[in-house]
T-cell receptor
Framework: EAEVAQSPRYKITEKSQAVAFWCDPI?????LYWYRQILGQGPELLVQ????????DSQLPKDRFSAERLKGVDSTLKIQPAELGDSAMYLC????????????FGPGTRLLVL | KQEVTQIPAALSVPEGENLVLNCSFT??????LQWFRQDPGKGLTSLLL?????REQTSGRLNASLDKSSGRSTLYIAASQPGDSATYLC??????????FGKGTTLSVSS
């Protein structure tokens, strides 16, 4: 069964360093989502792509976060510089175009900022 | 602002019990509501999706209901098993494309 792939699974970094997370969605899924899940909270959408275009980044802290999906397939989420409050699980999900109610989630990247 | 609230935050039950998890939402223009399962340190797995025109959905021992007028959804788990131990999240989809999640209910089923 096709799955959303994410790497790394775990990342420990120091404050002020740069970190990057990678996501490979299910083949054929035009829509890709990055969520942030703070411990004990539900996931919150950071950015949504339709193919290579950003369609919603209203909750993305743009002073330090950036996201790209250059060829409309895999995607990278970057944080620079990382802050203590960025410690969280970063989840990637994908869906077919026009089917946002059916999102498939990857295993996530757990980030710890020291 | 759209909000989703889940009660209780945590629940412990002995194996075999039937249980109900609650979810309330503020957006009356709800498009659909989903229940997800999340195992510790893992991603989310969709359990049930209820469209706004539906009242309930069933999958095996799970039954989810939706009452738009009261802004509530419930997830009923019959004959709970230790393998059901996980965090259960509900999420609503309103007029936008983003899913709005609750904080989840962490369920522990003891054998």
């Amino acid at each position: 069964e096709a799955e959303v792939a994410q790497s790394p699974r775990y990342k420990i970094t120091e404050k002020s360093q740069a970190v990057a997370f990678w996501c490979d969605p299910i083949s054929g899924h035009a829509t890709l989502y990055w969520y942030r899940q703070i411990l004990g909270q539900g996931p919150e959408l950071l950015v949504q792509f339709q193919d290579e275009s950003v369609v919603d980044d209203s909750q993305l802290p743009k002073d330090r976060f950036s996201a790209e999906r250059l060829k409309g397939v895999d995607s990278t989420l970057k944080i620079q510089p990382a802050e203590l409050g960025d410690s969280a699980m970063y989840l990637c999900a994908s869906s077919l175009w026009g089917r946002p109610e059916t999102q498939y989630f990857g295993p996530g990247t757990r980030l710890l900022v020291l | 602002k759209q909000e989703v609230t889940q009660i209780p935050a945590a629940l412990s039950v002995p194996e075999g019990e039937n249980l109900v998890l609650n979810c309330s939402f503020t957006d009356s223009a709800i498009y659909n509501l989903q229940w997800f399962r999340q195992d510790p340190g893992k991603g989310l797995t969709s359990l049930l999706l209820i469209q706004s025109s539906q009242r309930e959905q069933t999958s095996g021992r799970l039954n989810a209901s939706l009452d738009k007028s009261s802004g509530r959804s419930t997830l009923y788990i019959a004959a709970s098993q230790p393998g059901d131990s996980a965090t259960y999240l509900c999420a609503q989809k309103g007029t936008g494309t983003a899913l709005i999640f609750g904080k989840g209910t962490t369920l522990s089923v003891s054998s």
